[in-house]
């Protein structure tokens, strides 16, 4: 088997379960709107509002524990196997830190729905919402930690299996909050938080008893005796992860806002724009999965100080990489029409949304290009260059062109709307894909001389 075959099967074999992981995480929001939808159309608003608070927030710890994946795959990878225990460890520590301060901050949020324009109406179900899933982050946070270990390790399918089940749990348990079942008051759509806080809690205990039990975990022995705080080694991981959890907050935030920005435009807009981000969404797990997939690896090969091995890893993962999003990108351009007809019944919706989603299509091969390099840079702990890079643009080039082309007369006679908006996303993510793809070339040549 040639090199490139056996590189594409072990990141193949990777991405299938981690796909299936992702997807279960967006599982989880889409019970939670389908449960709480049939309560009252106040209740479902309450949980979108309150979804679109805990989220950003779970995605920048989740982010920054994410620093976890190419420390110990670098660790596994160089045959220290001791030293692997030492680092989950203080991921733990960071985990717990990051929980803490994530509960602190939702449990505070409320105090800002005036200033955040949350009508009066929905706050008190919102603060109900966000005080159940506030207890949740601490055990979410250490859930990720021991996740990040085991898919580290290539180990991704109990956390599959674990995340499926969760999404599972979260419908019987959904339903006890929601309705008051067993001496537990009657929640409404706000008991959707508390029963996802019991969900991440049963998730993470279930994890931690696998991954210090199971068989494939024998040799390194986590929690074996009770871990202490190693303050350098908890800066090293915050060092090496706070940068990932704020470039996932920047692209996110980029997304979120354009969707504020075409609130003017009128609500058929509006939802145009969030059929097409609920699409493009979707979609994009699968590249994700995939640089999850090559950090894995990059960061196993860069633990043995394997060039050739690196080189590898990141020809064949962005070949794939473009393969699947040519593939993405033929089939939103062949099915936007039938795409849209699932999310609204609104033709002058529909039309607008299967417009925006050419636009999808046109960015898949960068989007898929750009967080494949991301992943190969994680891999070999260069996480800052990321941040920054992501940052300019995102916020220097995609967001100021979008606003001129979308809501000026600065480059055509009449503003766009949510096509200039788009059009927007589209150079952003298109300099991001060369940056960051220049970026990986320049250290991987770094490298190749430093090992040489």
């Known amino acids: 088997m040639a090199r490139w075959q056996h590189e594409l099967k072990q990141l193949l074999i990777l991405m299938g379960p981690i796909l299936i992981t992702q997807l279960a995480q967006a599982g989880y929001g889409f019970v939670d709107t389908i449960m709480a939808g049939q309560v009252s159309p106040l209740d479902l608003a309450a949980v ?7 989220l950003p927030v779970f995605l920048l710890i989740s982010g920054t524990v994410m620093a976890t994946t190419p420390l110990v795959a670098a660790a596994y990878g160089a045959g220290r196997h001791p030293e692997v225990a030492h680092i989950v460890h203080q991921s733990l520590w960071v985990g717990l830190i990051c929980g803490l301060i994530g509960m602190i901050l939702l449990r505070l949020t409320p105090m800002a729905f005036d200033l955040l324009a949350v009508p009066a109406h929905l706050q008190a179900p919102t603060r109900l919402y966000l005080q159940g899933i506030a207890w949740g982050m601490p055990p979410v946070a250490i859930f990720c930690a021991l996740r990040y270990y085991s898919e580290a390790l290539g180990q991704t399918r109990p956390v599959m299996i674990i995340s499926v089940l969760g999404v599972l749990l979260n419908i019987p348990v959904n339903h006890v909050f929601i309705h008051g079942k067993f001496g537990l008051p009657a929640m409404g759509g706000a008991g959707c938080g508390w029963a996802t806080a019991v969900v991440m809690f049963a998730l993470m205990l279930v994890l931690l008893s696998w991954v210090m039990y199971a068989k494939p975990y024998e040799r390194f022995r986590i929690l074996q ?21 704020i470039a996932i907050f920047f692209e996110v935030s980029v997304f979120s806002l354009v969707a504020l ?18 699409v493009t969404s979707l979609l994009f797990m699968v590249p994700l999965s995939l640089a999850i997939s090559m950090t894995i690896r990059t960061g196993q090969a860069f633990g043995r100080h394997d060039w050739p091995a690196i080189r590898q890893v990141r020809q064949t993962g962005l070949m794939l990489a473009t393969g699947m999003a040519c593939l993405s990108a033929m089939l939103i351009v062949s099915f936007r029409d039938d795409i849209t007809v699932v999310y609204s019944t609104d033709p002058a919706v529909r039309q607008l949304a299967a417009g925006l989603l050419l636009y999808a299509a046109a960015y898949q091969v960068f989007d898929a290009l750009q967080v494949g390099a991301a992943g190969c840079l994680r891999g070999i702990q260069d996480t800052r260059s990321p941040m920054v890079l992501t ?9 100021p062109v979008g606003y001129s082309l979308g ?10 709307g949510a096509h200039g908006f788009w059009t927007g996303l589209v150079v952003g993510l298109g300099t991001a894909c060369l940056l960051l793809n220049w970026q990986l070339a320049k250290r991987l040549r770094q490298l190749e001389k430093r090992w040489s």
Request: glycine share 8%.
């Open 261 to 278: 920005l075409v609130s003017p435009l009128g609500e058929q807009v509006v939802a145009a724009h969030q059929v097409s981000m609920s």
């Open 391 to 399: 940052l300019i643009a995102y916020w220097v080039i995609a967001m």
């Open 48 to 54: 979108a509002i309150g979804s679109g608070l805990w």
């Open 407 to 416: 809501m000026t007369r600065l480059w055509t006679d009449a503003p766009l």
């Open 225 to 245: 005796e009770r871990p202490r705080p190693e303050w350098p080694r908890i800066r090293h991981i915050f060092a090496l992860g706070l940068p990932i959890g």
